[in-house]
C-alpha cells in the first residue's frame, strides 16, 4: 500500500527540482525524502526521475503520475489544514505574468476571483518552465511554446508604439517621405538615436524594426532597463527613445510627456495566451481566470 508521505515528497521533488528544496518545503530531512521517492518508485515500478547533477528531470511517468495525483493531494492538504478551524480557506491559484501587464491591465480583472491568488513575475519561458513543473497552475504568456502537456487559449493583444521625450520630434519631410513609402532616411534617423531598451538583445525594439523595416535594428542600446516601468521613466526624462506597449504610454502621451514618434500603416502587436496544463482544462480556478482575462 502506497504512503500518502510518499506522493507528498514525490509532489515536492517535482516542483522543486531538487531533494534538497523539497525537503525544506516539507520540513523534512533529505533522507526521508530520498526514502519515501524510493519507495514510491519500487511501487510504481519504474523511475519517476532522471537524476541529473543538479536537478531531478521528471520522466514521462513520473509527469504522467504528477498529474494523476496533485490535484487530490492539494485538496486534501487544504481539508487537514481547515480541520478544527470551523472555516473553509478559499482555494489557491499560482499565477505567472508579466510584471508590467499584470499591473496595467491584468490587476483591474481579478476581483471577482474567489481565490487566494499568488502571483510570480518573470519572462514567458521562466514561467512555462514552473507552469510544466507544477509551480504553478496558470500564466499569462508573451508567445505559444511548444509543449505537449500545456494548452495556451488567446486572452489579448498588445499594440507597440515608438515613443519619445516630449522635445523630440521626427523631422516632417522624413515623415512625409515614410508615408510615400520610403522609409531609408527614417529608419537612418531612427537609428542614429539613442535608445532604450528592455535587455541587450533589443527585444521589444527588435519586433519593431523587423516589421516595420524587414531587417534586425543595426544598433545597440545606449541604456538597457529591465523594466517597462523604469523606460517609460527614463524616456520621459530625455534618456532616449523606445518602443513600449500603448497601455503604458496613453496617460503620458495625452499629457504631453512623452511624444508619439512615428505610427507604421500597419500597427504592431503581440498576442497575450492564457497557458495551463491540459489536465486542469476543467479545473474551476482555470476555467474562472479565462472568463475574467476574456471578459
Same mark, same amino acid.
Given at each position: 500500500?502506497?504512503?500518502?508521505?510518499?506522493?507528498?515528497?514525490?509532489?515536492?521533488?517535482?516542483?522543486a527540482?531538487?531533494v534538497s528544496?523539497?525537503?525544506?518545503s516539507?520540513?523534512?530531512?533529505?533522507?526521508a525524502?530520498?526514502?519515501h521517492?524510493?519507495?514510491?518508485?519500487?511501487?510504481?515500478g519504474?523511475?519517476?526521475f532522471?537524476r541529473?547533477p543538479?536537478?531531478?528531470?521528471?520522466?514521462?511517468?513520473?509527469?504522467?503520475?504528477?498529474?494523476?495525483?496533485?490535484?487530490?493531494?492539494?485538496?486534501?492538504e487544504?481539508?487537514?489544514q481547515?480541520?478544527?478551524t470551523?472555516?473553509?480557506?478559499p482555494p489557491?491559484?499560482?499565477?505567472g505574468?508579466?510584471?508590467?501587464?499584470?499591473?496595467?491591465?491584468? #490587476?483591474? %480583472?481579478?476581483?471577482s476571483?474567489?481565490? !487566494? =491568488?499568488? &502571483?510570480?513575475?518573470?519572462?514567458?519561458?521562466?514561467?512555462? +518552465?514552473?507552469?510544466e513543473?507544477g509551480?504553478?497552475e496558470?500564466?499569462?504568456?508573451?508567445?505559444?511554446?511548444a509543449?505537449?502537456?500545456?494548452?495556451?487559449?488567446?486572452?489579448?493583444?498588445e499594440?507597440?508604439?515608438?515613443?519619445?521625450p516630449?522635445?523630440?520630434?521626427?523631422?516632417?519631410?522624413l515623415?512625409?517621405?515614410?508615408?510615400?513609402?520610403?522609409?531609408?532616411?527614417?529608419?537612418e534617423?531612427?537609428?542614429?538615436?539613442r535608445?532604450?531598451?528592455?535587455?541587450p538583445?533589443?527585444?521589444?525594439?527588435?519586433?519593431?524594426?523587423?516589421?516595420?523595416?524587414e531587417?534586425?535594428?543595426?544598433?545597440?542600446?545606449?541604456?538597457v532597463?529591465?523594466?517597462?516601468?523604469?523606460?517609460?521613466?527614463?524616456?520621459e526624462?530625455?534618456?532616449?527613445?523606445?518602443?513600449?506597449?500603448d497601455? #503604458?504610454c %496613453?496617460?503620458?502621451?495625452?499629457?504631453? !510627456? =512623452?511624444? &508619439?514618434?512615428?505610427?507604421p500603416?500597419?500597427?504592431v502587436? +503581440?498576442?497575450?495566451w492564457?497557458?495551463?496544463?491540459?489536465?486542469?482544462?476543467?479545473?474551476?480556478?482555470?476555467?474562472?481566470?479565462?472568463?475574467?482575462?476574456?471578459?
Amino acid at each position: 500500500m502506497v504512503d500518502l508521505e510518499w506522493y507528498r515528497s514525490f509532489i515536492a521533488v517535482y516542483r522543486a527540482g531538487t531533494v534538497s528544496g523539497a525537503a525544506r518545503s516539507l520540513l523534512l530531512t533529505q533522507p526521508a525524502v530520498t526514502q519515501h521517492l524510493a519507495a514510491l518508485e519500487a511501487a510504481v515500478g519504474e523511475p519517476l526521475f532522471l537524476r541529473a547533477p543538479r536537478r531531478m528531470i521528471p520522466t514521462a511517468r513520473g509527469k504522467e503520475l504528477y498529474n494523476q495525483v496533485v490535484q487530490a493531494i492539494e485538496t486534501l492538504e487544504q481539508v487537514s489544514q481547515n480541520l478544527g478551524t470551523g472555516q473553509e480557506h478559499p482555494p489557491l491559484l499560482r499565477c505567472g505574468a508579466p510584471r508590467e501587464y499584470f499591473q496595467e491591465q491584468m #490587476l483591474k %480583472r481579478l476581483h471577482s476571483l474567489p481565490y !487566494r =491568488l499568488w &502571483l510570480q513575475f518573470g519572462e514567458t519561458a521562466d514561467l512555462v +518552465n514552473d507552469l510544466e513543473h507544477g509551480r504553478l497552475e496558470a500564466v499569462v504568456a508573451t508567445q505559444q511554446l511548444a509543449s505537449r502537456d500545456l494548452e495556451f487559449v488567446h486572452v489579448d493583444e498588445e499594440y507597440f508604439v515608438l515613443v519619445g521625450p516630449a522635445t523630440l520630434a521626427v523631422p516632417e519631410e522624413l515623415q512625409e517621405a515614410a508615408a510615400r513609402g520610403e522609409r531609408g532616411p527614417l529608419e537612418e534617423w531612427l537609428a542614429g538615436q539613442r535608445w532604450v531598451g528592455y535587455g541587450p538583445e533589443l527585444p521589444i525594439i527588435r519586433r519593431f524594426w523587423l516589421h516595420c523595416f524587414e531587417r534586425r535594428p543595426p544598433f545597440q542600446a545606449a541604456l538597457v532597463l529591465p523594466d517597462l516601468h523604469a523606460i517609460r521613466l527614463a524616456i520621459e526624462q530625455g534618456y532616449g527613445i523606445s518602443v513600449l506597449p500603448d497601455y #503604458l504610454c %496613453r496617460g503620458l502621451l495625452e499629457e504631453g !510627456r =512623452l511624444r &508619439l514618434l512615428w505610427e507604421p500603416p500597419q500597427p504592431v502587436t +503581440n498576442e497575450l495566451w492564457l497557458a495551463y496544463r491540459r489536465i486542469d482544462r476543467n479545473d474551476a480556478r482555470i476555467r474562472a481566470l479565462k472568463r475574467v482575462l476574456l471578459s
